[in-house]
Structures are given as C-alpha cells and as structure tokens.
C-alpha cells in the first residue's frame, strides 16, 4: 500500500512496516538512493524492529521541488514525518546525507531521537567547490555524467567485479533520480555544517562506514565519531559507501548489537500485555484484569506470557493474519464466546468485514457447513452491534 504525506507542503512516500509491539528503526536514504536502499537490510532485522522508511524530497517516489534546498528542508521534513506519524524516542539511522538529516533531527528534537546510527556520513561533507562542480557537470550533462566515478565510490572493487547485474540496478535508481532533487540535495550537503550541534548530542550513537567507501573514508567518518560525546566507530570490510546493499549482514549484527546494549528487552508478560491490549482493546483487557481471582491469576498469566507474548508477538503473520486465523480456528472449534471476541478485535486489527466473509466461507469447505453457519450467525450479530456503537 502506497503511504504519502503531505510535509511543510511537499508529499513524502514512506512505508511503515512490522509489528507495532517491536521498537522502531527509522531510515534516512543517501543522494541519489531512495527507500529501497535499505531492503537488502531488512530481513535480517525483522525479529527485532519495526521500520519507518521515506524518500526524503526530490527522490523516490517523494515530491520535487526546484532546486536548491537547504539541509534544514531534509531535517524538518523528517520532523515533519515523525510528528504527524506520533512517533518518538526511536533509533534513527542515516546514510550519507541521510546521516546528516539523521544528527539535525536528532539536534533539533532530542526527544525524537533515543538512539543514533550514523553510516558513512559525517557533519560535514565538503569542500564546496566539489559540490559546486558536480552541480554544475549534472546542469549541463545529466547525471548521466557521473554515474560510473559514483558506483566507484559506493561500492568496492570486489563488489563491481563480481555483481555486474546489481550493480546496473543501483546505477539505474542513480540516474533516474530526478535533476533538480539531486543537485538541490547537493546544494544541502555543500552548505550544512554540523560541527557545533553534533559536538552536543547526548543520544547514544554508532558511527559505521565501509573500508573503502569513497564518498566519506573512514577518516572522515571517525572524525565524526570523536566529535560526538557517547559515540562509538566501526569499519566494515569489504564495502563501499552503501554496506547496507554490499554487507548487509555486518551492518544488521552492528545494529542490533548497539541497540540491544541499550535497550533491555521486555519481559514476556509485559510484551504479552501490550499485544493483547493492542489487538482486544484496553477495555476488555481491563474488565478482564478486574474480574481475575486468585484462582485463574495462573491462567490469565499463562495466556499473556504464552498466547501474546509468545505468539501473537511474533513478526512472522502480522496482526490481521493472526486475526483471521483465530476467528477460522474459534468458528471450526465452536467456541463461539471467543469468536465473537475476536471478530470485534478486528477493529484494532485491520481485518475487514470482507475478508472474515471469506475466511467463514472458506470454514464451510474445510470444517463444515454447520460450523460456517452459526460463525455467520455470530459474525452478523457482532456486527450489528458495532454498527449500533458507531451510530449512537
């Protein structure tokens, strides 16, 4: 599903993805990338985080407005998204310009910001007149001009040997990155200095870059981490500037190694307690809790650790799979008190009417007609109550 907002008047694409349960991970995408930078990453962090991933504007899928633009843009653009998302105390990991806009925001709204992941970037990426020539090249020429002296220096000798076909993929998202959002994002980069904000950063952060990134060798980029109080550095081997695409692998068990320092996992039945109100509502949770005794304490226990904190939490189905499944499950079983539960969770799930139609149809093949039709039975009159709810 495509998911746009409209920020300080342009429209951002970004997706949001993964259990809510799971602590955020958000990304901020280098020149020339968009959010697909970040896929080869993905899978390799699913069990521990839910992402947030945006083409920041004039890439991607992402408005584009005229060039220049100044790197407060990028930063209050991201701002922008978070705030309208709700969303704060994340970890925030930035690539190249991405690193830049990552450590404005983390700057700008510390409360924002609890952890900081920093690639190959830096707080400042200079000289000017580089820019200024390369602006000038891509004006006359198109990007088109530079796109094999950037593949050097985004990805290793190894890499550009021996993968000829993914490297003319990300060539392509290169080139077809449009003029006026590269050489206007290149306007930023010559223009931002961060050297006195990031020297006061309080977040924890984690400096990385590739060990022959050539866009911002590692020098540069230790430099960065010196600067910043409560930061640490790490080199990646075998990488250029994109380890995300190049070692994906690496830069996964460095993140999750960082975060996971600072973040003490919760314990099951709290994470089992969060789920469960997430998908039942806060409601029926807290009758439940109230009418607990110390006779079934054991088993409501049992059900929070084992049934939401173990299961349900899973990133594996998302919520509104889990959901149609129960409801098939509780309908073939004929425990009708939890399906008429679960079929108003779906509120919180995201599970349609249309698609529990096809799940209890589905049930009449499989678990029989008798099953199926007193489902729908149940089904019509939980419904019915809801509708009354929504018009009252």
């Known amino acids: 599903m495509t998911q746009t907002l409209a920020i300080n008047g342009v429209m951002l694409h970004y997706r949001l993805e993964g259990p809510s349960h799971l602590p955020l991970l958000v990304f901020s995408n280098s020149l020339g990338t968009d959010l697909r930078v970040w896929e080869p990453l993905l ?64 700057s700008r709204r510390p409360e924002l910001v609890k952890q900081l992941i920093l690639c190959d970037t830096a707080h400042k990426i200079g000289p000017a007149q580089g820019w200024d020539d390369r602006i000038n ?13 950037v593949m050097e220096r985004w990805f290793a000798a190894e890499f ?15 080139v077809r990155t449009p003029m006026e959002g590269y050489i206007g994002t290149c306007a930023a980069i010559r223009d931002a200095d961060l050297t006195d904000s990031s020297a006061r950063l309080t977040q924890p952060t984690l400096c990385l870059v590739g060990d022959q990134d050539g866009a911002t060798p590692p020098e540069l980029v230790r430099s960065t ?19 995300c695409v190049e070692q994906p692998a690496a830069l996964a068990a460095l993140i999750t190694d960082f975060i996971g320092q600072r973040t003490a996992p919760p314990n099951r039945f709290d994470l089992g307690m969060a789920v469960r109100r997430s998908v039942l509502g806060h409601a029926h949770v807290d009758r439940a809790n109230a009418n607990k005794s110390v006779f079934d304490e054991p088993f409501q226990t049992f059900i929070t650790e084992g049934a939401w904190g173990s299961v349900w939490s899973r990133p594996g189905l998302s919520k509104r799979d889990r959901s149609l499944l129960t409801i098939a499950l509780m309908a073939s079983l004929g425990h009708e008190e939890e399906l008429a539960m679960h079929i108003r969770a779906t509120r919180n799930t995201g599970a349609s009417k249309a698609e ?31 509708e009354n709810q929504e018009e009252q």
């Open 43 to 106: 899978p390799l962090l699913a069990n521990h985080f839910r992402f947030l991933r945006y083409d920041k504007r004039g890439h991607g899928l992402s408005a584009c407005p005229p060039a220049p633009y100044h790197i407060d843009d990028h930063i209050n653009d991201l701002i922008g998204l978070l705030d309208a998302l709700q969303l704060d105390q994340v970890a925030l990991c930035g690539l190249s310009v991405g690193g830049i806009i990552a450590q404005g925001v983390a």
């Open 137 to 149: 090249s891509i004006r006359g020429q198109g990007i088109e001009v530079i796109a094999d002296a």
């Open 160 to 174: 550009r040997r021996q993968q000829p076909v993914e490297l003319a993929l990300w060539r392509n998202m290169l």
């Open 225 to 243: 981490a010196e600067l910043i109080p409560n930061s640490r550095f790490a080199i990646i081997d075998n990488a250029g500037h994109l380890p």
């Open 356 to 386: 529990v139609q096809e799940t209890l149809l589905h049930l009449a093949v499989y678990a029989g007609v008798p099953a199926s039709n007193t489902a729908f039975r149940i089904a019509k009159e939980v419904y019915n109550e809801l």
